[in-house]
């Protein structure tokens, strides 16, 4: 499974989402169980939206913000 949202490329494998920028890993997340395409679909909107506030704030924080989260 592959999304673009606001540049953000996630790309979803059976157990994890990979989000890339500009053609760089930005993080990786693991995920508990099987990823479905209705589950993909709500993590990376959800993603893209902090992946948003975390590069109005600072480019360079971005990877900080989204390790920092709760497991999905």
Do not use: C, R, W
């Amino acid at each position: 499974m592959e999304k673009t949202i606001n540049g953000f490329l996630f790309k979803g494998k059976s157990d994890s989402i990979s989000v890339y920028k500009d053609g760089s890993l930005l993080t990786s997340k693991i995920i508990d169980g099987i990823l479905f395409q209705e589950d993909f679909d709500k993590i990376t909107k959800k993603l893209a939206e902090e992946l948003e506030v975390s590069l109005a704030k600072a480019p360079e924080v971005i990877e900080d913000d989204i390790e920092s989260e709760e497991e999905i």
